[in-house]
C-alpha cells in the first residue's frame, strides 16, 4: 500500500495528478493467427493488394471514416520485420505478395539539388496535380523543390546524418532517393517503404533503406483539396525522416503482443519534424485529441499502425525540445542508433535528459512535468505559469473534463487519500501516463497534513496537489 501525503505546489489550483512511469522490457514470441491476419491486412491494404469491398470492411473496422492515416510506413515495417514469423499457410491463403517497386510511372524529373529522382505520370488516375501555374509540371517541380528543403533542414541545419543511399543494389539505380508520386486514395499521407534491410556483425537488422510513396494531388484530403503544397510539406518532412530514422536505428519499437511492432518513438518524432520543418502548417493540431483525450494510455501505446494515438502523442518530443533545445530529439536518435537492435528509447531518453540538465533532471521528474504541460493547455493555457507549457498550447484542444477517465473525487476530510500501488486502484493510468484528479472543497481539509515543497515520487506513482 501507498500512502500519499498533499504536496504544496503553488501553480496546481485545484487539480492533482497521477503518474505511473515505468520501463519494461519484453522479448518477442510466437504471433497468434489472429494477430498475423492483422500484420498482412495491414500491409496488403497501404499496398493496395485488397479487393474494393475488403478496403471498405477495413477502413469500417478501424474507423477510418473521418481522419486518414498519417503514415504507412510502420504497416510496411511491421510486415518485414516479422515476416519470418508468419505462417507460409496464412501467407498463401491471404494472397499476399511482395511489393516491388512502382514501375507504371512514365516520367522522372530530379530534384534541383540532385538528391532526390521523382517518379510520376500526367494521365491515368496517377496523373498528378495539375490546377497550378505550369500544370502537372509546375507541380513536380514544386514537389522537387519541397523535397530538397526538407533535406536542407533535416540534414544540413540540424545536423541528422542523411539516408542510407540505395545505389549498392539494382532496383536501386543509383544515389538519388526514390519518390513515387501514386494515387494512394486518401488513406494515408504517405509511405515510407523500407526496402533492403542491413544487418550487423551478430545477424541483427539494424538499417535500411527506403524509397517513399506520397499521394499524387491529395484531392481526397478535404483540407489540403485546393492546397495540395501545404500537404507534400508536412508529408515530405514527416516521410523523409523516417528514411533518417532507418539510417540510424530501422528496428526502434516497443513490443507490443509478443511482437516486434509500436514505432511509437519514430512516429510521434516524425510528426514533431513536420512542425520543426513547416511551423505555420499545423497538420497534427487534428490528431492531438487522440492523445489529450486519454491521458490514462500509455505515450507508448500502439494498437496497429491506424491507431492515431502516436502522432497525437507528438506533444511529448514537443515538450522534450522546447524544455531543453531541439538538439534533445537527434541525441535521443543517436543513442538509440549506438545502442543497436531491440527497444531502447526510454533508457536512452533518460540518459539524455540527465546529460543535458546536467544531472538535474530523470526522465521520472521530465515526465511529471510533461503531464503537468498538458494539463495547461487549451481553454486552462492562459493560467500556466512562467516557464510552464508549450508555444502553441492555446491552440491544443485538451478539455479533460470531457474524458470519462477523468474522475471528481470529493475528499472532504478523508485526507490524506490513500492510493494502492498495484493494478486493482480504478483510477492506476497506464505506464508513462497521467490520471489528473479534481479535488473540491479543499478549504475543509483537516490541517494537520504533510506539506513539501517539490513533486515527490513514491514508486512509480506520482501524486500532486495543491
Avoid at 514501375?103 to 496523373?127: M, Q, V, W
Wanted: proline share 4%; glycine share 6%.
Amino acid at each position: 500500500m501507498i500512502r500519499i501525503e498533499a504536496v504544496l505546489k503553488k501553480y496546481f489550483l485545484s487539480v492533482s495528478l497521477i503518474l505511473c512511469v515505468m520501463f519494461s522490457s519484453i522479448s518477442a514470441a510466437e504471433i497468434s493467427q489472429e494477430k498475423q491476419l492483422e500484420i498482412i491486412e495491414n500491409y496488403m491494404y497501404v499496398t493496395g493488394q485488397l479487393t474494393k469491398a475488403q478496403s471498405a470492411s477495413f477502413i469500417e473496422q478501424n474507423k477510418l471514416t473521418k481522419l486518414p492515416i498519417k503514415c504507412g510506413m510502420a504497416a510496411v515495417r511491421d510486415f518485414k520485420l516479422n515476416y519470418d514469423k508468419l505462417s507460409s499457410q496464412i501467407l498463401k491463403s491471404t494472397g499476399v505478395q511482395l511489393q516491388d517497386r512502382p514501375d507504371f510511372l512514365n516520367a522522372t524529373r530530379t530534384s534541383p539539388s540532385g538528391k532526390f529522382l521523382i517518379h510520376y505520370t500526367t494521365s491515368g488516375e496517377n496523373a498528378v496535380y495539375s490546377s497550378v501555374a505550369g500544370g502537372a509540371e509546375g507541380y513536380i517541380d514544386s514537389v522537387a523543390g519541397i523535397l530538397d528543403e526538407v533535406y536542407e533542414h533535416e540534414v544540413n541545419v540540424l545536423g541528422y546524418p542523411e539516408p542510407i543511399h540505395d545505389s549498392f543494389y539494382v532496383a536501386g539505380g543509383d544515389e538519388k532517393y526514390d519518390v513515387y508520386l501514386l494515387n494512394l486514395s486518401g488513406a494515408f499521407y504517405g509511405l515510407t517503404y523500407s526496402d533492403s534491410v542491413l544487418y550487423n556483425v551478430d545477424s541483427t537488422v539494424i538499417t535500411a533503406t527506403a524509397f517513399l510513396e506520397l499521394d499524387n494531388d491529395y484531392k481526397e484530403f478535404s483540407i489540403y483539396s485546393n492546397r495540395p503544397l501545404d500537404a507534400v510539406r508536412v508529408t515530405a518532412a514527416h516521410e523523409f525522416f523516417h528514411m533518417v530514422q532507418f539510417g540510424i536505428d530501422y528496428t526502434e519499437s516497443e513490443v507490443v503482443s509478443n511482437i516486434i511492432a509500436g514505432p511509437t518513438w519514430m512516429e510521434m518524432s516524425a510528426v514533431w519534424m513536420e512542425e520543426e520543418v513547416y511551423d505555420d502548417i499545423n497538420d497534427y493540431y487534428v490528431y492531438l485529441p487522440f492523445f489529450f483525450n486519454s491521458p490514462m494510455s500509455s505515450i507508448q501505446q500502439y494498437d496497429s499502425f491506424s491507431d492515431f494515438h502516436p502522432y497525437g502523442s507528438v506533444v511529448f518530443p514537443l515538450f522534450l525540445s522546447q524544455k531543453f533545445d531541439r538538439n534533445i530529439i537527434k541525441s535521443i536518435w543517436m543513442k538509440c542508433g549506438e545502442y543497436g537492435a531491440g527497444p531502447n528509447f526510454l533508457e536512452v531518453t533518460g540518459e539524455v535528459i540527465d546529460s543535458a540538465s546536467s544531472g538535474t533532471e530523470t526522465f521520472e521528474t521530465a515526465f511529471s512535468e510533461f503531464a503537468l504541460w498538458n494539463y495547461f493547455t487549451g481553454s486552462r493555457a492562459g493560467l500556466a505559469p512562467a516557464g510552464i507549457g508549450y508555444s502553441e498550447r492555446r491552440s491544443y484542444v485538451a478539455e479533460f473534463s470531457e474524458n470519462p477517465a477523468v474522475k471528481e473525487i470529493r475528499v472532504e476530510n478523508n485526507f490524506p487519500f490513500t492510493v494502492l500501488g498495484n493494478s486493482n486502484f480504478e483510477y492506476n493510468p497506464a505506464h508513462n501516463a497521467a490520471f489528473y484528479l479534481t479535488l473540491r472543497n479543499i478549504d475543509h481539509l483537516v490541517p494537520d497534513y504533510t506539506c513539501v515543497d517539490s513533486t515527490t515520487a513514491i514508486d512509480t506513482t506520482y501524486w500532486i496537489c495543491n
